[in-house]
């Protein structure tokens, strides 16, 4: 079995339903999935803010690239295209980390699927809905998600208490 952290966003079109779409997509592999945040853009690409969200995923079946080539799939049929580099998107899907059947972590230098995810340490838009589906986590490489999030803040963060990734029924 292999678990993976996922890291979810969008900016573009219905950004709520593209972000339950990603939810749809691992539904039968999902263990948690945290509150949303609305954040604004990264990168320096002038955009709209994005709502941000993290799922911990787990399978008998997925390794490191099933999940990669998951989210891709996920990210094409929400309609992404990649244009410019940082730039809008209506979905993007990454994996920031992955665990083997023993916890261990995998660990990945392949360009087309880094593990952990880079950047990852100093992104609270990853780190802080994390934290809030695992106080315990740790990235692999770095330490306690928490130390990490305390030592970068949480500004320009927004929690989003209206918005459920999973409808309510």
């Known amino acids: ?13 219905d950004r709520l339903a593209h972000l339950r779409g990603a939810v749809a997509g691992f539904a039968a592999e999902l263990v948690a999935a945290s ?11 002038p955009q709209d803010d994005f709502l941000n969200a993290v799922l911990i995923v787990a399978s008998d079946e997925l390794d490191e690239w099933g999940w990669l ?6 990210e094409n049929a929400a309609g992404r295209v990649r244009t410019v580099h940082w730039g809008p998107r209506t979905l993007d899907v990454d994996v920031v980390t ?3 059947p023993d916890g261990s972590p995998v660990r990945s230098e392949h360009p087309e699927l880094l593990l ?8 609270n838009t990853v780190l802080r ?17 928490d130390a990490l ?11 989003r208490d209206d918005l459920d990734l999973v409808p309510r029924r």
């Open 1 to 13: 079995m292999s678990r993976a952290v996922l890291s979810l966003g969008s900016n573009q079109g």
């Open 35 to 45: 509150p949303v945040y609305e954040t604004a853009a990264w990168g320096g690409v």
């Open 69 to 74: 080539r998951r989210g891709q799939e996920l």
């Open 98 to 100: 992955v665990s083997k």
């Open 116 to 123: 952990p995810h880079p950047g990852t340490a100093e992104r």
């Open 129 to 145: 809905p994390w934290l809030d589906i695992e106080p315990d986590a740790v990235l692999p490489g770095h330490g306690r998600v």
């Open 149 to 159: 999030l305390a030592a970068l803040g949480e500004d320009g963060l927004r929690r």
